[in-house]
């Protein structure tokens, strides 16, 4: 063997298979799960070396971990970024940035349309540690630029945004970030590396929910960040001394997901489009909302900076609530729960579930009307799914 590496300009299909791989000397070929809280030294001295921090190497799984590092390299490889950490959840990801990055005085800007918990996280408990945190539209370009202080650390913000696929431009708000001496950091959960790479575009930092995409099937929680590793060595300081670490056997859950990203994501994105396009048709629908559709406001933005649209939809059902819910609870293939990134397709009301936590008004601001569906679209077969929403139809009054 030569000591080329084949990795060197590989495609993000290659890294997604082959990258983060340590093989043992056992030689096996899929990557193995190290189920170990803690490693054994050679010596007394080789304890203290790894100790001080003078020869690398594990030495507790809080620290860090062979199969969690395999997924934050692969992950890595697939953002284009430095350096990844792996955490707990997607919440854990989000507060580790926070906390490691964030300083009692800072200001954060928020997009108003960003994950309910994000909100909360911000809202609640950072602020309980002196972080004030503005909220703002996510396409409000000019609210964006007059919320920012000179105090103001860092924006966040989720594109395409959920349930409505507003579709934020990150170069646009990469400039705003770094004029104003801040951190763009972009929740990729819905795109995934595999249909946008925001640090490519100018951000600093981005996390993940790994809990949706990057599993596919809905079996594990778990997040990461990533970015630049003078960012990256605080937040895994956090994560040392705070605890919010991934399981070795939820990593590798994650790492063999990636390696089937981008095909998933994909058809994900394929049968969505199929299914936009079909809903438009249906005389029971107000309106579709998915970046995919030539009239969405998105779309152009979207065609630029994403290479796929995505598996997450909504539509507005004519009639309200009621008629939403009859829709809803007629429909007997498609799963009703509030997550999304599965195999299987989901389907959720986001004004009495999702965003249920805000007043009427602000529904109203933010655009999430009664009548509105969301849909995450799975890998069934698309007759089948429509066949499905034909029964959601058939049962409104
Ligand atoms: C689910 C989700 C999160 C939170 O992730 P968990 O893994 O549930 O903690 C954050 N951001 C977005 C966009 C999400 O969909």
Redesign the pocket.
């Known amino acids: 063997m030569n000591d080329h590496d084949p990795l060197a300009g590989a495609h993000l299909d290659t890294l997604a298979v082959r990258s983060g791989i340590q093989r043992t000397h056992e030689g096996e070929h899929a990557e193995p799960v190290f189920a170990t809280s803690s490693y054994v030294f050679e010596n007394a001295a080789q304890a203290a070396a790894r100790f001080s921090g003078e020869e690398p190497g594990n030495v507790y799984s809080r620290y860090t971990n062979p199969t969690v590092r395999a997924f934050e390299e692969r992950l890595a490889a697939l953002e284009g970024a430095e350096a990844a950490v792996a955490t707990a959840?997607?919440?854990?990801a989000?507060l580790s940035t926070g906390i490691a990055l964030l300083k009692s005085g800072d200001h954060v800007v928020c997009s108003r349309d960003?994950?309910g918990?994000?909100v909360n996280l911000f809202a609640k408990y950072l602020a309980k540690f002196g972080v004030e945190v503005t909220f703002v539209p996510v396409l409000d370009l000019a609210g964006w630029r007059a919320a920012i202080r000179p105090d103001t650390a860092m924006l966040f913000l989720?594109t395409p945004s959920?349930p409505l696929c507003e579709v934020a431009d990150m170069e646009a708000m990469s400039q705003l970030a770094r004029e104003n001496n801040c951190l763009l950091v972009v929740?990729n959960?819905?795109c995934t590396p595999a249909l946008q790479r925001p640090l490519s575009l100018g951000a600093d930092i981005v996390v993940h929910?790994?809990?949706?995409y990057l599993d596919g099937q809905g079996r594990c929680?778990?997040?990461a960040v990533l970015g630049r590793k003078e960012h990256m060595n605080e937040v895994l300081t956090f994560l040392r001394t705070c605890g919010p670490t991934m399981s070795p056997f939820n990593a590798w859950v994650f790492l063999k997901g990636l390696e089937t990203l981008r095909l998933r994501m994909q058809a994900h994105s394929a049968a969505a489009l199929e299914i936009a396009q079909w809903l438009q048709l249906q005389p029971a629908v107000e309106r579709v909302f998915y970046a995919g559709l030539p009239d969405h406001p998105g779309h152009a933005l979207a065609a630029r900076q994403q290479s796929a649209y995505g598996g997450v939809l909504s539509f507005v059902v004519k009639g309200g609530r009621e008629q939403a819910w009859r829709f809803i609870d007629a429909t007997t293939l498609m799963s009703l729960t509030a997550n999304?990134g599965d195999a299987k397709t989901t389907i959720v009301h986001p004004a009495t579930t999702t965003h249920g936590r805000l007043t009427p008004q602000q529904r109203e601001q933010a655009g999430i009307r009664d009548g509105l569906v969301r849909i995450a679209v799975g890998l069934e077969n698309v007759d089948d799914l429509k066949a499905d929403i034909e029964r959601g139809f058939a049962g409104l009054r």
């Open positions: 959840s997607g919440m854990a989000i960003v994950f918990t994000t989720e959920n929740d959960c819905f929910s790994a809990t949706k929680i778990g997040g999304l």
